[in-house]
């Protein structure tokens, strides 16, 4: 029996506010929650990798959810991570997610032991087979034991309520061949994609949506960027995408994961606080100048003022965009082979 509805669109992975004690600040996350929505996303992803999940406890990562579902109402389906370090304590939250309403969860390979496929695939078939809510896989080799496409394509194939995957490889052509193997028997099953930096081609090669970290600091970007192409419109797209991965880097690459990302929130006006992952000295003041760097990358696109003493003069050096159009280019190329462009 097919899903109530396809995991479609973008998923906002929700950082989560700390107050001066580094404990939840729920009145900030609850105005984070209202102004996402407002701003056009299509979903919402607690407990994912940019919300810090490891670094609360179990019952704080239940909380963040039951914050998040109460203040969204229904207005947005809401992905929950429920990922826990063993299968048993997964299925319990699956079970308690499932009892708040959340409209699936996303669950990470088994992390710190890296695993054989077959023991991804034993794995996920346990939570298939006890679980009360659709899952999302989520693979990140990054962090956790790879899913790769025969685990993908048996599971789908077995477990009804396995719908869709979470892929931050960032791997195009990985992609490609989970697509191909899956959607012939699971035209119901989705593709979300959570490397930002290759969202346009993703979506342009069958991916529903994505995960996408900058959807929380310019969520109005990268909805622009998803409908632009899925419109077909996409040389606006393409230059949205090439914002997107200016700002997309300077987060990732610019301090420690995901404190960039924090740091330009607070430049949209929320305090998001100090994050629990202690940092040297050195590091918090890397941090600052980050942060005005930031505010120059955000205020060129309208959302920040300057910093006090304005912003370096651009000396016209456009982005690299060689990969980007190359990535496009044959992509199109391959639809319209297979005569769908």
């Known amino acids: 029996m097919a899903s109530p509805s396809r995991l479609t669109g973008i998923f906002t992975p929700n950082l989560v506010p700390l107050d001066a004690r580094g404990e939840i600040n729920e009145p900030e996350l609850r105005r984070y929650v209202d102004w996402l929505i407002e701003r056009g996303v299509h979903g919402l ?5 940019t919300g810090e999940f490891t670094r609360f406890t179990v ?13 969204t109402r229904g207005r ?3 992905l929950a991570g429920a990922a826990e370090a063993n299968v048993r304590e997964t299925i319990r939250a699956c079970e308690y997610y499932h009892s708040l309403g959340v409209r699936a969860v996303a669950i990470v390979a088994p992390f710190y032991y890296k695993l054989s496929p ?30 790769d496409v025969p685990t993908v394509q048996k599971l789908a194939d077995n477990f009804e309520k396995i719908v869709a995957i979470k892929d931050s490889s960032g791997d195009i052509p990985h992609m490609i061949r989970m697509i191909k193997s899956v959607r012939p028997n699971r035209p119901d099953f989705s593709f979300l994609t959570g490397w930002d930096a290759a969202l346009m081609p993703l979506l342009l090669i069958g991916c529903d949506g994505g995960t996408n970290a900058t959807s929380g600091v310019v969520p109005e970007i990268t909805r622009k960027l998803f409908d632009l192409t899925l419109a077909g419109r ?25 404190e960039g990302f924090r ?16 940092l040297s000295p050195e590091q918090k003041t890397d941090l600052a100048a980050l942060s005005k760097t930031l505010q ?13 003493g304005g912003c370096p003069v651009s000396k016209s050096q456009p982005v690299d965009r060689t990969e980007i159009d190359a990535i496009v280019q044959n992509v199109l190329a391959e639809l319209k082979h297979r005569g769908l462009a």
Do not use: H, W
């Open 76 to 78: 947005v389906p809401i």
């Open 45 to 49: 992803y607690p407990n994912g990798s």
């Open 118 to 147: 077959a023991s991804v695939y034993a794995y996920f078939a346990e939570i298939g087979k006890n679980t009360p809510v659709d899952v999302t896989l989520y693979n990140i080799p990054l962090f956790a034991s790879p899913i």
């Open 263 to 278: 740091a330009a929130v607070n430049l949209r006006g929320f305090n998001m606080g100090t994050g629990r992952q202690p």
């Open 59 to 71: 019952e704080e990562r239940r909380r963040i959810i039951a914050i998040v579902v109460d203040q």
């Open 234 to 258: 996409l040389d606006e797209a393409r230059k949205v995408q090439y914002d997107l991965v200016t700002l997309f880097d300077t987060m990732i690459y610019s301090a420690e994961f995901p």
């Open 296 to 308: 120059c990358l955000l205020s060129e696109q309208g959302f920040a003022d300057q910093p006090v």
